[in-house]
């Protein structure tokens, strides 16, 4: 449920320092579901601040609560495309203290520079297992049934925290 809103909050666009609550189902390009907020409160971001992907506040600008719409984002403007390099074959032994390595498990490693960043095992072969540094969604053309809920002017302290308050 949504709460009422004030005129101004039906009236006002989609721009920079702007909350933005909206419902989205996400599907890959065979109409796969891969997130939704159905059934959940909305998703609640501050626009402009980087808390969403790039192609989907692009396809939010501009629009005001009670705006629908579908979005099909390419890889660029979403998750990246899949970067090689981001593919990597580590020995077993990188996994001390871990019983058990499965494909699909994700882990945090750290690189050369003390970085840290979510891997995938994405395949075994024997002591050599391959991580994947790419985002699961790298490469995917996401298609984004988007519902907007509610926009409205962003108090100073969200803008300077760069989030969303409650």
Known sequence: MVPD????????KICDHAV????YTLKN???????????????????????IITGLEAALL???AGDQFTAVIEP???????DPALVQVV??????????IETGMRFT????????????????????ITVDGNHPLAGETLHFEVEV????????????????HS
């Open 5 to 12: 809103q004030t005129n101004s909050e039906r009236r006002m």
């Open 20 to 23: 933005v609550a909206m419902h």
């Open 29 to 51: 390009g065979e109409g796969v579901v891969l997130d939704s907020s159905e059934g959940q409160d909305p998703l609640t971001y501050l626009h402009g601040a980087g808390g």
């Open 62 to 64: 501009d629009k005001s």
């Open 76 to 82: 660029n403007d979403g998750y990246g495309t899949v």
């Open 91 to 100: 020995p077993r032994s990188a996994f001390e203290g871990v019983e058990s």
């Open 109 to 128: 490693a750290s690189d050369e520079q003390g970085q840290q960043q979510s891997v995938a095992i994405a395949a075994i072969n024997g002591d050599d």
């Open 149 to 164: 809920v509610g926009v409205r002017a962003a108090t100073e302290a969200e803008i300077s925290h760069g989030h969303v």
